[in-house]
T-cell receptor, first 114, second 111 residues
Framework: DAMVIQNPRYQVTQFGKPVTLSCSQT?????MYWYQQKSSQAPKLLFH???????NEADTPDNFQSRRPNTSFCFLDIRSPGLGDAAMYLC?????????????FGDGTRLSIL | LAKTTQPISMDSYEGQEVNITCSHN???????ITWYQQFPSQGPRFIIQ???TKVTNEVASLFIPADRKSSTLSLPRVSLSDTAVYYC????????????FGAGTRLAVHP
């Protein structure tokens, strides 16, 4: 049973056209994360929510925003996608914020920019 | 945050035991060590986690020496389906679970 679901699996957008990626979870976890993973690179944390508290990484571009309307859903908004934003975007959850709480990942959304 | 260092790639054959060592020299007292596996076009999947000594589950074993400055993931009798990237991470205890992924180890299992 899928526990962290990302839709769509593949997304194509045009240069500069806003795009939203979605993530839902059935685990009722407190923390939700967004990672960016470019080809042959490791995932890179963009930001995370601990309940409703938003935590942005220092080097995350302003072009990237996130929303978490409720426990189950989290969205990644890219306001003006550039060619360099083409990547796999991974959503993850964890029950709490401690390092002994494994993260559960979705299978990602692969974003292409035309 | 403790930085981790792993071999970039490893090769093995079906049926062999594979050991992947990760160094984390500046691990903090309360940090846990966690390993994830990632297949192409999928998200990372939790394999095993430990704090000290040895941890074993149905998938792998994790060996952590007393000084905790390194850890070794052991995969018994690998199969072709174990071909993946393996990430070693050291997280911050007591704070937000901020995972900083290193480059990982790309394991190729051959027939």
């Amino acid at each position: 049973d899928a526990m962290v679901i990302q839709n769509p699996r593949y997304q194509v957008t045009q240069f500069g056209k806003p795009v939203t990626l979605s993530c839902s979870q059935t685990l009722n976890h407190n923390v939700m994360y967004w990672y960016q993973q470019k080809s042959s690179q490791a995932p890179k944390l963009l930001f995370h929510y601990y309940d409703k508290d938003f935590n942005n990484e220092a080097d995350t571009p302003d072009n990237f925003q996130s929303r978490r309307p409720n426990t189950s859903f989290c969205f990644l908004d890219i306001r003006s996608p550039g060619l360099g934003d083409a990547a796999m975007y991974l959503c993850a959850t964890s029950r709490q914020g401690d390092s002994n709480q494994p993260q559960h990942f979705g299978d990602g959304t692969r974003l292409s920019i035309l | 945050l403790a930085k981790t260092t792993q071999p970039i790639s490893m090769d093995s054959y079906e049926g062999q035991e594979v050991n992947i060592t990760c160094s984390h020299n500046n691990i903090a007292t309360n940090d846990y060590i966690t390993w994830y596996q990632q297949f192409p076009s999928q998200g990372p999947r939790f394999i095993i986690q430990g704090y000290k000594t040895k941890v074993t589950n149905e998938v792998a074993s994790l060996f952590i020496p007393a000084d905790r400055k390194s850890s070794t993931l052991s995969l018994p009798r690998v199969s072709l389906s174990d071909t993946a990237v393996y990430y070693c991470l050291v997280g911050v205890y007591g704070g937000y679970n901020k995972l900083i992924f290193g480059a990982g180890t790309r394991l190729a299992v051959h027939p």
